[in-house]
């Protein structure tokens, strides 16, 4: 044996001192630790965590008798309701992936989201019952389990599936011997996101990355012991930004919330003393602009905030109101955020408006993402950090996706020279921290939401009296950016703004359809290229 080999020899990983990394340790532990604590608040519900790990338990049971396992698929198609939040345990308790679909879709984007996804049981919230049949009708011939979770709260939907959720609780077994993942590698969640072309993508989510980002977020947000987290974030969002993890680690109160409008979020930050929520900068605005009388809280309130770049003037209408933003920035890819404006105490002595203009750079990595960098995308040479030279922001790490479901030529491409490339431009700070600069490929984020022009205008495309058009994002005090369409009419037809936006909506998601019809010839380039630059300036100059 030589020298070099005296840390190898004799010291393997073992039963007794290794084992994969996993999120589902952290709801046991906090069930066994803190059982009597309040873990769920829902109207009516309250349950402790050891009621709710029961419940997870059962579920996972439930499945596993029904053949449901490993790298099967379970979609749940839902609001922020316990049964969203109890899925992030009990579906990977079976070695199967959860699917949480964004319940703002229209019916053939979830059809080809379960087709794609080759989900085997559906769980679904009343609310969207309707779109969710629509969808299955759409799959023919797959057989999809279709369970109904029924939830007092609403009023409406209607029955589409076989049992009922707790019909599904009540087959399983409350000391199902669940087990941990064999490799931290497997898969734990699948999330679509937006394609900026054509079809949704898949992006696939392991227990380790899910662990990893979990964890860091009480680290980077410094969350007290059994901190009171409001849904204001969907969870099928970058599985809420692995925040469902979080609190189970944190052993703290998931205070659901079925719609996101200022007076059910005022009355829970108030009623349960609300310590901590997320959401899109269009919700902090939201919030800013309720009725002062609405705004009766007097405890320390954090919020933490991404999407949209968010503007300074909202994070400094927050932080008059007394509550203290942290913004952070990432992608579907990155498990959501991977990147955070970690604050300076030098920056507390800065008036208020160059404070939040700080607080609006997007940051640096956070503490389980391995690096972060702006550089040339054609030659990975990170730009000079002089705050000014544009580059496109990489990453790489434990936080990056595995990739994209089925998908190797996307994921050979997001890949490419070994950093994952966010599609985002930047520029890098002297001091270190980025900031978002314009977003390559047009996409608009609108709400939080990522809107992709391309779709857009393939349904602009398809109203009988357009010739051409393309769609660019608008500056929108609400919503951040919402598409803006510029339209070329074929000679002799008629259009009117109203009638281009009702066709819209009848073939998109509701919140994809532009909110501003322009009838104009549209720039190109010599070899007949749109040139979006040009409108994307005229959009801006409108306000």
Not at 22 to 44: K, M, N, Q, S
Not at 96 to 124: C, P, S
Not at 297 to 315: L, N, Q, R, S
Not at 509 to 530: C, E, M, N
Request: glycine share 8%; aromatic share 8%; charged share 25%.
């Amino acid at each position: 044996m030589t020298h070099h080999d005296i840390y190898e020899f004799g010291l393997d990983a073992g039963l007794a001192n290794f084992e994969q990394l996993t999120p589902l340790r952290f709801i046991e532990r906090t069930a066994a630790v803190y059982p009597d604590a309040l873990a769920v608040v829902h109207t009516g519900v309250r349950r402790n965590w050891a009621e709710t790990y029961d419940r997870c338990r059962r579920i996972a049971s439930a499945l596993h008798k029904r053949g449901i396992g490993k790298n099967d698929t379970v979609a749940v198609l839902a609001a922020n309701i316990p049964e969203m939040f109890e899925s992030h345990f009990s579906v990977p308790m079976t070695g199967a992936v959860l699917n949480a679909i964004n319940t703002r879709l229209d019916a053939e984007t979830i059809a080809f989201i379960l087709g794609h996804g080759e989900a085997k049981v559906l769980l679904v919230d009343p609310e969207f019952s309707e779109v969710a049949e629509q969808a299955l009708k759409l799959r023919v011939g797959k057989d999809v389990l279709v369970v109904d979770i029924l939830d007092p709260s609403f009023e409406g939907g209607k029955r589409i599936g076989e049992l009922t959720y707790e019909d599904l609780l009540a087959e399983g077994d409350p000391n199902f011997n669940w087990h941990l993942p064999a490799n931290e590698w497997d898969a734990i969640s699948l999330n679509y996101t937006s394609g900026t072309t054509g079809d949704p993508k898949g992006v696939v989510y392991h227990h380790r990355g899910a662990a990893l980002n979990a964890m860091q977020h009480i680290i980077a947000w410094d969350m007290p012991h059994h901190a009171r987290y409001l849904w204001t974030l969907p969870m099928f969002h970058c599985n809420g930004w692995c925040f469902p993890w979080t609190i189970a680690a944190n052993g703290g109160v998931c205070v659901c919330l079925r719609s996101v409008r200022a007076e059910p979020i005022y009355q829970l930050i108030r009623d349960e003393k609300v310590s901590h929520f997320c959401g899109a900068p269009i919700v902090l605005n939201m919030l800013t602009n309720a009725a002062d009388e609405l705004k009766d809280f007097d405890h320390e309130i954090k919020v933490m905030t991404a999407g949209a770049a968010p503007p300074a003037a909202v994070i400094a209408a927050m932080e008059a109101m007394g509550v203290t933003v942290t913004h952070v920035y990432g992608l579907t890819e990155t498990y959501g955020p991977s990147v955070v404006c970690e604050w300076k105490d030098a920056w507390d002595e800065l008036p208020p408006d160059e404070r939040s203009r700080f607080k609006s750079r997007q940051g640096v990595k956070n503490l389980t993402l391995g690096e972060l960098m702006v550089a040339d995308p054609a030659t990975l040479e990170p730009v000079p950090s002089d705050g000014e030279t544009i580059g496109e922001i990489f990453m790489r790490g434990n936080i990056v996706m595995k990739g994209y479901l089925k998908n190797p030529a996307a994921t050979a491409k997001a890949f490419h020279g070994g950093w994952f490339a966010s599609g985002d431009l930047a520029v890098m700070h002297p001091d270190g921290y980025i900031e978002i600069k314009d977003r390559s490929k047009d996409i608009i984020i609108s709400g939080g939401e990522n809107i992709s022009s391309i779709e857009v205008e393939d349904v602009l495309y398809r109203h009988p009296a357009v010739l051409e058009a393309a769609v660019v994002a608008r500056p929108d005090e609400k919503w951040g950016e919402t598409p803006c369409a510029f339209v070329t009419l074929k000679a002799g037809r008629t259009a009117t703004e109203e009638d281009i936006i009702e066709f819209c909506r009848a073939n998109m998601a509701r919140y994809k359809v532009p909110k501003t019809i322009i009838f104009t010839d549209l720039p190109k380039t010599s070899t007949g290229k749109i040139q979006k630059f040009q409108l994307r300036d005229r959009a801006k100059s409108m306000g």
